[in-house]
């Protein structure tokens, strides 16, 4: 016996669909190329530059939570890359390099380390680095401000601000084809609806995202901007500007669908859906901020657990009559 | 290794084998190896000791106040009784026989169809079906579910059995109706085989052929409309599960008179290949091997039992069980790889779990040992199919935390009646 080959052993099952949390994050980053290059395009170096500053900064933080807490190290699982994309797509591309190295440590470490690190956090952290610098520095998020010295041969005043200030007459100055492929102000990837719709689609058909919390969110926006519509069309645009315009489809197919932060039940998933895309509109109509697609978030962030108790009842189980 | 289909979005199938294959017989083995349970606090009065004459269909009995007995496959002498401890930390007293190949039958079992000669002789059939159960009076089952499906995926040993051998099965439950008094029975069997199926005399249900629609809880659920209440067995709710193998057995002792020694198990290779085989209960499992020339590598896995539900053994010293289905061997390259990561919460094991339960959640629990939460978050309800562990992102292993959970309220539960 003593001569035979070691055999391995383990639990069952013994085989593995081949899923895991890298490949995951990798196909999600692959999926933000189209809407990421064409904001480059329009945006040029300075665009890339806030990229890969925020994709290293994230990883460097990561890696410096590993070493200090002494854990495995974790960047090669992605995550923390990809926390550091989608901030950066959602930055202007004229924001100081510190402002970006501040965001991308904020998200890693208060955003998800001191949790205890992935699949503990209870919010987003893309969405907290971003909210935290995006309320302490206002002036250099304001993208009006940002874009005051651009001209890049499409109207740059940034939509939703425009919305705010002048109600639904500033939507006129749109043209909604424009909004749809990028051709607007707004965050380096959150600005080309077309090239995030086309990421969507592929992370949904390769079920990489659930699709019900991104239809739903998207269906929370029109609803609840066609109501505001009906109600004051003067003030409030249709849902259509809505859908096009900030982080909305940045939001629906990229943020909310996070998967630690988002429920995993078939109903609970519309819910937090819809709740995303409401609690946006409410912002942007009745609130102070421009876009209120990062709080939506953040603010069903926070209910996830509670809406994630709905859920069907497991098979056989007793229900004790207390 | 079946893996995710690139449209991920539509949920992993995963299909049973649904080919025939013929039995090949494999010729008995030197030596048979059988393992008897302990009991518990049992006395160590032994009533074995090395050097006993056995002979084909004997039973053997360790202890003078236990239960448990095994049936010896071969005529021989014991040349070793050893300990032995199975991978849930049950021990077991094992006992090597030597053959002197010629089959002896032994004379005890009358073969008089009765509820206690099959509790006496046959609960070491091939199957390891238990009898017991019909004797308990608080629990009578009325319903007898023949499995002609096979549990885990890649085996086909009961339906081939239910293909070639129908009339033992038809046998089966004539003897089972006398002896049990239950008169409804239904065989349960995928489409192809209902031809077959008609000729045995018990209702013919067709299940489908996704795993794991052939677990005993999922047939009944699907067959009957029952669902068995969390944490209880098919008896409390008045059904019985026996495997198509079992009732051939049951035929083939009680129309014989000879307690079945052969147990048919499929041997699955590590290029997929399935070969359907006879051989002795207690044959080593490398002799199985090396008849086909199947030799494991280095960090290769020997599973007794499919790829989702068997168990990964350490040597190829291992007998064949009673209940052994299939050896099925795979490559290290192919086997699914844990880490210890945590979840994430994707929810793909929440989306697949056929009974429904929230297993990020349960996990959690039963990874850092709050089991009674464990319990609260439907750890009951689990038929251990492995789905779960097999979609993980994470690749958790969640199935294990779930045994282990399982395992260890188990403990509890005895240790606080042990202290009342
Ligand atoms: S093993 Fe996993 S998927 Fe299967 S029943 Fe149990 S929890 Fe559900
Ligand atoms: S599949 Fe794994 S990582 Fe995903 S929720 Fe289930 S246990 Fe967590």
């Known amino acids: 016996m003593n001569n035979d080959k070691k055999l391995a052993v383990s639990s069952a099952p013994h085989w593995h669909d081949g899923s895991r949390i890298s490949v995951r994050n990798i196909n999600i980053a692959v999926a933000a190329l189209p809407a990421l290059f064409v904001g480059i395009s329009i945006f040029g170096m300075p665009a890339l530059r806030v990229i890969t500053l925020s994709i290293g900064c994230a990883m460097i933080a990561e890696l410096v939570i590993n070493i200090i807490a002494r854990k495995k190290i974790s960047i090669d699982d992605g995550s923390a890359a990809l926390s550091g994309l989608l901030i950066g797509m959602l930055l202007p591309a004229s924001v100081p390099w510190w402002l970006v190295v501040i965001g991308a440590f904020v998200a890693i470490i208060i955003g998800k380390q001191v949790f205890g690190g992935i699949g503990a956090n209870p919010l987003n952290p893309t969405l907290i680095g971003f909210a935290i610098i995006m309320i302490s520095w206002k002036g250099h998020m304001d993208f009006d401000e940002a874009f005051l010295n651009y001209d890049l041969g499409f109207y740059m005043a940034y939509p939703l601000a425009a919305l705010k200030h002048f109600g639904t007459a500033a939507t006129a100055k749109y043209n909604l084809m424009d909004l749809f492929i990028g051709k607007q102000s707004g965050g380096i990837g959150a600005v080309c609806g077309l090239g995030l719709l086309i990421g969507g689609i592929y992370l949904i058909v390769r079920g990489f995202i659930r699709w019900e919390i991104s ?38 197919f990229f943020l909310a669908t996070d998967d630690t932060t988002s429920p995993v039940n078939f109903i609970p998933m519309l819910i937090f859906g819809l709740g995303c895309g409401i609690i946006t509109v409410l912002i942007r109509c009745l609130g102070l901020y421009y876009d209120g697609v990062v709080f939506a978030i953040l603010l069903m962030n926070l209910i996830n657990p509670l809406v994630d108790k709905i859920r069907p009842k497991a098979i056989g189980k007793v229900v004790e009559n207390a | 290794m079946i893996k995710k289909p690139f449209f991920g979005l539509k949920k992993p199938e995963l ?26 606090g049992k006395s160590e009065e032994k009533l074995l000791k090395v050097g006993d004459n056995v002979k084909t269909g004997q039973k053997i009995k360790a202890f003078p106040d236990s239960p448990e007995y095994v ?12 300990p032995y401890t199975d991978a849930l930390g049950q021990a077991y007293e094992g006992i090597k026989i030597e053959s002197d190949r010629n089959d002896d039958w032994d004379d005890q079992f009358t073969g008089e169809a009765t509820l206690e000669t099959a509790i006496d002789f046959l609960e070491f059939a091939p199957g390891k079906f238990s009898f017991r159960k019909f004797s308990d009076v608080t629990k009578k089952v009325d319903t007898i579910i023949i499995n002609g499906m096979d549990v885990d995926l890649g085996i086909t040993v009961n339906q081939e059995i239910v293909r070639t051998n129908s009339s033992r099965i038809k046998e089966g439950i004539d003897f089972l109706k006398k002896i049990t008094g239950v008169s409804n029975f239904i065989i349960a069997v995928p489409e192809n085989l209902s031809k077959e199926a008609n000729r045995t005399g018990a209702t013919v249900k067709t299940v489908s052929a996704t795993f794991p629609d052939a677990l005993p809880e999922m047939i009944i659920k699907n067959t009957l409309g029952k669902v068995v209440p969390a944490g209880q067995k098919p008896e409390d709710i008045g059904v019985a599960v026996i495997s198509a193998e079992s009732t051939a057995a049951v035929g083939e002792a009680f129309a014989t008179g000879k307690v079945p020694v052969i147990k048919a198990l499929s041997v699955v290779g590590k290029n997929g290949k399935v070969i359907n085989v006879k051989a002795r209960i207690g044959t080593p499992i490398g002799d199985i091997l090396s008849k086909y020339n199947v030799a494991p590598e280095e960090n290769d896995r020997i599973i007794l039992g499919g790829p989702m539900m068997g168990t990964a053994t350490y040597s190829k010293d291992l007998p064949i069980e009673p209940n052994t289905e299939a050896i099925t061997v795979q490559s290290e390259s192919d086997s699914a790889q844990v880490s210890d990561y945590p979840c994430i919460s994707c929810g793909e094991c929440v989306r697949i779990c056929p009974v429904r339960i929230p297993v990020n959640f349960l996990c959690r629990f039963a990874e850092f040992g709050f089991y009674e939460d464990a319990e609260r978050y439907d750890l009951n309800s689990c038929i251990e199919c492995g789905l779960c562990a097999y979609v993980c992102t994470a690749r958790r292993p969640l199935l294990q935390y779930i045994k282990l959970a399982k395992h260890e309220l188990e403990l509890i539960k005895l240790s606080e009646a042990v202290n009342e």
């Open chain 1, 215 to 252: 239809i739903s969110f998207l269906v929370g926006i029109f609803i609840t901007a066609f109501l505001f519509n009906i109600a004051n069309p003067e003030k409030y645009a249709f849902p259509l500007f809505h859908l096009l315009t900030g982080n909305v489809m940045l939001g629906a």
């Open chain 2, 15 to 40: 299909k049973y084998c649904l080919e025939s294959f013929p039995f090949e017989d494999i010729p008995a083995s030197r030596e048979a190896i059988l393992f008897l349970k302990k009991l518990n």
């Open chain 2, 71 to 82: 049936i010896s496959p071969v005529t021989g002498k014991i040349s070793s009784i050893f």
